[in-house]
C-alpha cells in the first residue's frame, strides 16, 4: 500500500463468522475494514463515514429486496459495490448488475479472488465509462423471434449487457449461443471495441495457448515471429469462448488466472500482458456435470457461469419456426423472386418436425428446399426427408428412471449428427459444412458420441 492511506472497505454480511474472517484477512492485506451486520447498519455507516469500496452479501436482512444496493447506488453512484452470495439466481444477478455493481461474487470465495475482484474495483473506479447502447429493434439483428421465449430472452439480453460481468450461454447445438454474445457485446460499453471469437473445437490442442496468449520469436519450432494471440485481439471488448467445454484442461488454469488477474504471460516471455476484457462462454455441454466429472474446474466454472443464460430450443418457440423459415427464404435468396413463398402443407411439416438440430437444422432445411423447388413456391417434397415425414421422428418413447437433461440433449444431438452422416453417406467435410462446424468440431462429436463416419460410407 506505500504510504498511501488505507482504502477503507465496508463489509455487509450477516454471519457473524463470515464478516470476522473476511475483515480479518483484508486486514492483513492493508485494508481498513469496517464491519455492518445487516443492509440497514451498513446504510447508515455510508451515510456518517467514507468509503471506497463495499463487500455486501445479498441475502441478509436490509437486502433482502436489495435495499442496499439500490439506495447505496443512488446516494453514492461513484462507490464500487462487490456482491458476495452463497445464494445466487438469475434473477437477483441481472437486478444486481442492473444497478451497476462492479463484481458478482460466489461464496465460498477465495481469497485471491477477492482480492483480485477489490483490485480491480479499485483501478476502474476513476476510469471513464461509456454509456452501453440503448435497445432496440435494431440490437438483435442476428436473433429472430417472438414467442414468449424470446421477448424474456431479449429482455435478459437487455440487462445483462449493462455489467461487464462473464456470462455463461448454455442450450443445444444450433440454438444461436453466439448471436447472443454478439448481442450481448453490441448493447454493452465495449460495442467500440472487437468481439473476438475463439472456438475451442478448431485449434489443435498443442497450438492453443500460442493462438490465445501469443508468442515471442523462437519460443518454439515454426516461431519465425512474433505474434499477438487472441485475447490481446479481445482487448477493450469481449473475448467469445465457443464450446468453452471442450478447453484442454491443462488451460482452464491458465484462463482462470486471466479472468481473475487480467494479466497473461505470452509463450517464451517473461513480461505481462494486461487486458481490459469481458468474456462469454457458451457450451452445449452440462457444464455442473463436467464438474463433477473432474473434466472442468470448478472453479473456472464458478468464474464463467456468474450470469447463466439458458437458450430455449426451437421445439419450444413456437411459431418462431415459421417466423425462421420465412426470413431464411428471404436471406438464402438474395432478393431474387425466383420463390415466393412456402406453401401451406409445407408449413405444416416445419412446425410438426422435433428440431433436434434447432435453428441451423432448420437454415439447412430451407436452403436445401430452395435448391430443389421446381416452382416458385416451396412444397412438401422439397423439404429434407425427416421433415417430410413427421412419423419418423416424433414418436414418444418412455424416459428411464435416472435419465439427466444432458442425456437427453446428448441423444438429439447424437441422432442429428447420425441423420447428416447418413444423408452425406459419411462425407465428414460436408456434413460439417451443413452442420455450420469444423471438420475438427465435428470429429470431436463423433468421438463424444461413439460414431464411425465409415459405417455411412457406402
Given at each position: 500500500m506505500g504510504d498511501s492511506p488505507a482504502k477503507r472497505i465496508l463489509i455487509a454480511d450477516d454471519e457473524p463468522l463470515y464478516?470476522?474472517?473476511?475483515?480479518?484477512?483484508?486486514?492483513?492485506?492493508?485494508?481498513?475494514?469496517?464491519?455492518?451486520?445487516?443492509?440497514?447498519?451498513?446504510?447508515?455507516?455510508?451515510?456518517?463515514?467514507?468509503?471506497?469500496?463495499?463487500?455486501?452479501?445479498?441475502?441478509?436482512?436490509?437486502?433482502?429486496?436489495?435495499?442496499?444496493?439500490?439506495?447505496?447506488?443512488?446516494?453514492?453512484?461513484?462507490?464500487?459495490?462487490?456482491?458476495i452470495t452463497g445464494a445466487p439466481s438469475l434473477p437477483t444477478a441481472i437486478e444486481s448488475v442492473r444497478l451497476g455493481i462492479t463484481d458478482y461474487l460466489l461464496k465460498p470465495v477465495k481469497l485471491d479472488d477477492l482480492l483480485s475482484s477489490i483490485r480491480r474495483a479499485l483501478a476502474h473506479n476513476n476510469r471513464e465509462k461509456p454509456q452501453p447502447a440503448k435497445p432496440d429493434s435494431s440490437s438483435y439483428p442476428e436473433i429472430i423471434g417472438e414467442s414468449p421465449a424470446m421477448q424474456e430472452l431479449f429482455e435478459i439480453i437487455a440487462r445483462v449487457a449493462e455489467t461487464d460481468t462473464n456470462v455463461l450461454v448454455t442450450g443445444?447445438?444450433?440454438?444461436?449461443?453466439?448471436?447472443?454474445?454478439?448481442?450481448?457485446?453490441?448493447?454493452?460499453?465495449?460495442?467500440?471495441?472487437?468481439?473476438?471469437?475463439?472456438?475451442?473445437?478448431?485449434v489443435p490442442e498443442t497450438l492453443f495457448e500460442s493462438i490465445l496468449f501469443g508468442h515471442a520469436r523462437g519460443a518454439f519450432t515454426g516461431a519465425v515471429k512474433e505474434q499477438d494471440g487472441l485475447l490481446s485481439q479481445a482487448d477493450?471488448?469481449?473475448?467469445?469462448?465457443?464450446?468453452?467445454?471442450?478447453l484442454p484442461?491443462?488451460?482452464?488454469?491458465?484462463?482462470?488466472?486471466?479472468?481473475?488477474?487480467?494479466?497473461?504471460?505470452?509463450?517464451?516471455?517473461?513480461?505481462?500482458?494486461?487486458?481490459?476484457?469481458?468474456?462469454?462462454?457458451?457450451?452445449?455441454?452440462?457444464?455442473?456435470?463436467?464438474?463433477?466429472?473432474?473434466?472442468?474446474?470448478r472453479d473456472l466454472?464458478?468464474?464463467?457461469?456468474?450470469?447463466?443464460?439458458?437458450?430455449?430450443?426451437?421445439?419450444?418457440?413456437?411459431?418462431?419456426?415459421?417466423?425462421?423459415?420465412?426470413?431464411?427464404?428471404?436471406?438464402?435468396?438474395?432478393?431474387?423472386?425466383?420463390?415466393?413463398?412456402?406453401?401451406?402443407?409445407?408449413?405444416?411439416?416445419?412446425?410438426?418436425?422435433?428440431?433436434?438440430?434447432?435453428i441451423r437444422e432448420l437454415r439447412n432445411a430451407i436452403e436445401r428446399a430452395i435448391a430443389m423447388a421446381r416452382n416458385d413456391v416451396i412444397q412438401p417434397g422439397d423439404l429434407p426427408p425427416q421433415v417430410q415425414n413427421p412419423s419418423s421422428d416424433q414418436t414418444t418413447l418412455p424416459v428411464?428412471?435416472?435419465?439427466?437433461?444432458?442425456?437427453?440433449l446428448g441423444g438429439a444431438e447424437r441422432e442429428y449428427i447420425a441423420s447428416l452422416l447418413e444423408r452425406n453417406q459419411g462425407n465428414v467435410a460436408q456434413s460439417a459444412r451443413e452442420a455450420g462446424l469444423s471438420r475438427q468440431g465435428l470429429h470431436k462429436l463423433l468421438k463424444r458420441h461413439g460414431l464411425d463416419a465409415n459405417l455411412y460410407r457406402e
Open positions: 464478516l470476522r474472517t473476511t475483515a480479518a484477512l483484508l486486514r492483513k492485506q492493508g485494508y481498513d475494514c469496517v464491519c455492518a451486520p445487516n443492509g440497514n447498519a451498513a446504510l447508515d455507516a455510508l451515510s456518517s463515514e467514507h468509503f471506497d469500496l463495499v463487500l455486501s452479501d445479498l441475502n441478509m436482512p436490509g437486502n433482502l429486496k436489495l435495499e442496499l444496493l439500490k439506495q447505496g447506488r443512488s446516494q453514492w453512484p461513484d462507490l464500487p459495490l462487490i456482491v443445444e447445438s444450433g440454438t444461436g449461443k453466439e448471436a447472443v454474445a454478439r448481442a450481448i457485446h453490441r448493447l454493452s460499453r465495449r460495442t467500440e471495441g472487437p468481439f473476438q471469437i475463439i472456438d475451442c473445437t478448431a477493450n471488448g469481449t473475448a467469445f469462448f465457443d464450446e468453452i467445454g471442450e484442461a491443462t488451460l482452464q488454469s491458465k484462463l482462470l488466472r486471466v479472468i481473475q488477474e487480467q494479466t497473461f504471460i505470452p509463450v517464451g516471455k517473461t513480461a505481462e500482458v494486461t487486458v481490459d476484457t469481458r468474456f462469454v462462454c457458451a457450451t452445449n455441454r452440462d457444464l455442473e456435470l463436467e464438474v463433477n466429472a473432474g473434466r472442468f474446474r466454472y464458478y468464474r464463467l457461469a456468474v450470469l447463466h443464460i439458458e437458450l430455449p430450443p426451437l421445439s419450444a418457440r413456437g411459431d418462431d419456426v415459421v417466423l425462421l423459415a420465412k426470413h431464411f427464404l428471404h436471406l438464402l435468396e438474395g432478393g431474387s423472386v425466383r420463390i415466393h413463398g412456402i406453401s401451406d402443407e409445407a408449413i405444416n411439416l416445419l412446425r410438426q418436425h422435433k428440431w433436434p438440430g434447432n428411464p428412471s435416472g435419465t439427466t437433461h444432458a442425456n437427453i
